[in-house]
T-cell receptor
Framework: DAGITQSPRYKITETGRQVTLMCHQTWSHSYMFWYRQDLGHGLRLIYYSAAADITDKGEVPDGYVVSRSKTENFPLTLESATRSQTSVYFC???????????FGQGTRLTVV | GDSVTQMEGPVTLSEEAFLTINCTYTATGYPSLFWYVQYPGEGLQLLLKATKADDKGSNKGFEATYRKETTSFHLEKGSVQVSDSAVYFCALHDSGGYQKVTFGTGTKLQVIP
């Protein structure tokens, strides 16, 4: 199916564990993004990527790692999860700077 | 850096009422401006966009005009429906070398019959 998919949709993990959220898009869009959505903060950019092997920090990158070895995949890793990283995470992609961003359905992550 | 400011919610309206959600922005250069909508349990989807000053974006009865002189992109609809209940996000895509999208905090709209 064409589109952008995130997995898993829901995840519960313990403090200190490493967890990876997956994002896959089928359009070969150059740009990909990771956001977290928290009440009162809207969406905050964690990391973004302009192309394979090119990534850069967003507004709230601490505690997160990304990679982009292939254009279609953009995984987000929490190296040692903390309770403050409990959030809904959205992956998005877009073709260029003037086109819309397409969002996945989100991953609800709970760190206990 | 870039920023987007939206009016606080929630906004509660009766069906067929007029809607305005204010959005102002700060950016260098010439950003593109977008409104996204998020229905419960879903990701964001594009509602409308404008890529240059004085452009008007429109979709599903919603409109917004890119006003460079007031750095605003207010969302309007003449007659809301219950199905319009959602969270609305104003966003800008910067015009720099790498595209970055900056979102407002979102405005929750509830339309009651």
């Amino acid at each position: 199916d064409a589109g952008i998919t995130q997995s898993p949709r829901y995840k519960i993990t313990e403090t200190g564990r490493q967890v990876t959220l997956m994002c896959h898009q089928t359009w070969s869009h150059s740009y990909m993004f990771w956001y977290r959505q928290d009440l009162g903060h809207g969406l905050r950019l964690i990391y973004y990527s302009a192309a394979a092997d090119i990534t850069d920090k967003g507004e709230v990158p601490d505690g997160y790692v990304v990679s982009r070895s292939k254009t279609e995949n953009f995984p987000l890793t929490l190296e040692s999860a903390t309770r403050s990283q409990t959030s809904v995470y959205f992956c998005a992609s877009s073709e260029n700077r003037n086109t819309e961003a397409f969002f996945g359905q989100g991953t609800r992550l709970t760190v206990v | 850096g870039d920023s987007v400011t939206q009016m606080e919610g929630p906004v509660t309206l009766s069906e067929e009422a007029f809607l305005t959600i204010n959005c102002t922005y700060t950016a260098t250069g010439y950003p593109s401006l977008f409104w996204y909508v998020q229905y419960p349990g879903e990701g964001l989807q594009l509602l409308l966009k404008a890529t240059k000053a004085d452009d008007k974006g429109s979709n599903k009865g919603f409109e917004a005009t890119y006003r460079k002189e007031t750095t605003s992109f207010h969302l309007e609809k003449g007659s809301v429906q219950v199905s319009d209940s959602a969270v609305y996000f104003c966003a800008l895509h910067d015009s720099g070398g790498y595209q970055k999208v900056t979102f407002g905090t979102g405005t929750k709209l509830q339309v009651i019959p």
